[in-house]
């Protein structure tokens, strides 16, 4: 599968409840452990988007 170039940065999110304070734990060969700081989620699922770079071209006018 091909991956589409990125435009802006990335961002993670925690699943139970959309908060993008996502601290990593621990990370090894088996994989990663993110813990949310908002509601306490400790696990290795996070949603990864993508957020626009603010600054990069000025609107018009």
Known sequence: MRRRPRKGRTVLLCPQCGSSKIALVAGSIVGQVYHCQKCDYVGSLVFET?????GGTLPPG
Not at 50 to 54: N, Q, R, S
């Open 50 to 54: 993508e957020v626009p770079d603010e």
